[in-house]
């Protein structure tokens, strides 16, 4: 057994969640004239990850200073393996396209509180 898996497990045995995904830091090596132009293909490989279970969380991130665009983003993705979670990441067409590289590594969400309020009636939802 990995130090990973040995951890995990640990995790589990202490009662916290102790599920696996995979964060994927993507970063611009292009201008972000070019991001924009590949954006409408990213968003509807992002909407696709979503709607096949695959995309936890996505979205960009700022700069340092936390003003500005960095032309970077964060990803969340939900695969069977980290295998399965680089070829998601590679197949974003900000990847495919060379605009963006990209880490994965995986994360073990153990605790956290989300809080999601759905209105059946008014079709009104709200995530805190």
Same mark, same amino acid.
């Given at each position: 057994m990995t130090e990973w898996q040995t951890y995990r497990e640990t995790a589990r %045995? &202490?009662?916290?969640?102790?599920? !696996?995904?995979?964060?994927? $830091?993507?970063?611009?090596?292009?201008? &972000?004239?070019?991001? $924009? !132009?590949?954006?409408?293909e990213h968003l509807a490989y992002q909407g696709r990850m979503e709607k096949s279970g695959n995309l936890v969380?996505?979205?960009?991130?700022?700069? !340092?200073? @936390? !003003?500005?665009? %960095?032309?970077? @983003?964060?990803?969340?993705? $939900?695969?069977?393996n980290l295998d399965a979670a680089r070829a998601l990441a590679a197949a974003d067409p900000m990847h495919e396209s060379g605009c963006r590289t990209f880490t994965i590594r995986r994360w073990l969400l153990n605790e956290g509180r989300l809080q999601l309020t759905v209105s059946l009636s008014t079709q009104i939802s709200d995530v805190t």
């Amino acid at each position: 057994m990995t130090e990973w898996q040995t951890y995990r497990e640990t995790a589990r %045995s &202490k009662g916290v969640l102790a599920l !696996e995904l995979y964060v994927v $830091r993507s970063t611009p090596v292009v201008d &972000k004239d070019r991001l $924009r !132009e590949v954006l409408p293909e990213h968003l509807a490989y992002q909407g696709r990850m979503e709607k096949s279970g695959n995309l936890v969380f996505a979205g960009p991130l700022s700069d !340092e200073s @936390g !003003e500005n665009w %960095s032309g970077a @983003g964060l990803i969340v993705y $939900r695969a069977a393996n980290l295998d399965a979670a680089r070829a998601l990441a590679a197949a974003d067409p900000m990847h495919e396209s060379g605009c963006r590289t990209f880490t994965i590594r995986r994360w073990l969400l153990n605790e956290g509180r989300l809080q999601l309020t759905v209105s059946l009636s008014t079709q009104i939802s709200d995530v805190t």
